[in-house]
């Protein structure tokens, strides 16, 4: 089974369609269209399903026929989030409403001036979540990625949309990142990293999760191990049709070791992962 290979996948076409959807006919019949999209893809992205059964059958423990639902559950949310991800980039926020377990938080960090470090995962919509935390707790949030996107793709959303509302700091060959993360940190903003996915050839830490042996990337857990600036976990699930719970864990004040916030960090994937199993957006081998 094939493993992450740090790009976004999706058509320039696909793209263009959505977006033309929800600017003219709205939400409810771009979700409407997205049903007959993501069944398709249910159908016919054997890798992918092969994958979600696996997790759900051998890792979950659920039976067969709950293991094909949520497989079938996840094509669609994970459909809905792309178009809930265009959606807010057009300025379609309306509809659209979350609640935040343990904002304060995200307040207490941001009052503390010297920023923040959120690990998140491909669990639920954290670009989304992003575009709900800028401008009500902080006027700035970095997100730190590969930069893989296609090319055409990015610059029609751009062009589109205006582009994210937060920064992106690029993972570069030459390490400038680390330097952009600390720049951002200095100016008490935050920066949000992923640290569920790592690349071949990329340095990893092995940890047991859901009782196996799984890679998960090691620069995440070095870079909140480094930094004097406070560490949470922070999760974005879907919730309902137009609602997101969000989510923050006491932060972690005191210097830590990278595999101590490795551990921890996997534990409270699994509680997310238990509890939004369907959201679980990681279509690949996971484990060694």
């Known amino acids: 089974m094939s493993r992450w290979d740090g790009k976004t996948k999706g058509s320039l076409a696909g793209y263009k369609i959505f977006l033309f959807f929800i600017n003219t006919l709205g939400l409810d019949?771009?979700?409407?269209?997205?049903?007959?999209?993501?069944y398709y893809y249910y159908l016919f992205a054997k890798k992918q399903k092969?994958?979600?059964?696996?997790?759900?059958?051998?890792?979950?423990?659920f039976p067969v026929a709950k293991a094909k639902k949520l497989a079938r559950q996840n094509f669609y949310i994970f459909g809905q989030t792309l178009v809930d991800r265009a959606a807010f980039l057009l300025g379609k926020t309306g509809q659209f409403t979350h609640v935040f377990e343990n904002e304060q938080y995200l307040i207490d960090i941001r009052d503390g001036g010297k920023g923040g470090i959120l690990l998140s995962a491909h669990l639920g919509n954290w670009e989304t979540a992003g575009n709900l935390l800028k401008g009500r707790i902080t006027?700035?949030?970095?997100?730190?990625?590969?930069?893989?996107?296609?090319?055409?793709?990015k610059q029609f959303m751009d062009t589109s949309t205006g582009g994210s509302r937060f920064k992106v700091i690029?993972?570069?060959?030459?390490?400038?990142?680390?330097?952009?993360?600390?720049?951002?940190?200095?100016?008490?903003?935050?920066?949000?990293?992923?640290?569920?996915?790592?690349?071949?050839?990329?340095?990893?830490?092995?940890?047991?999760?859901?009782?196996?042996?799984?890679?998960?990337?090691?620069g995440p857990f070095v870079i909140a191990s480094k930094f004097d600036a406070p560490v949470t976990f922070?999760?974005?699930?879907?919730?309902?049709?137009?609602?997101?719970?969000?989510?923050a864990t006491l932060p972690i004040m005191n210097k830590l070791k990278p595999e101590e916030i490795a551990r921890l960090y996997v534990a409270e994937l699994e509680r997310k992962?238990?509890?939004?199993?369907?959201?679980?957006?990681?279509?690949f081998n996971f484990f060694v």
Do not use: C
Request: net charge negative; aromatic share 16%; charged share 25%.
């Open 50 to 61: 092969s994958a979600l059964l696996d997790f759900y059958q051998n890792i979950l423990h």
């Open 273 to 283: 992962v238990k509890e939004y199993p369907e959201q679980w957006f990681n279509y």
């Open 170 to 218: 690029a993972i570069k060959d030459d390490l400038s990142h680390i330097i952009a993360i600390r720049n951002a940190l200095v100016n008490n903003e935050f920066v949000a990293i992923h640290s569920d996915r790592y690349l071949d050839g990329a340095k990893f830490i092995e940890l047991d999760f859901f009782g196996k042996k799984a890679k998960f990337p090691y």
């Open 139 to 153: 006027p700035t949030i970095n997100i730190v990625m590969l930069d893989a996107e296609v090319e055409s793709i």
């Open 234 to 247: 922070v999760f974005a699930a879907k919730d309902g049709k137009y609602s997101y719970h969000l989510s």
């Open 29 to 38: 019949f771009a979700y409407r269209l997205l049903q007959l999209v993501t």
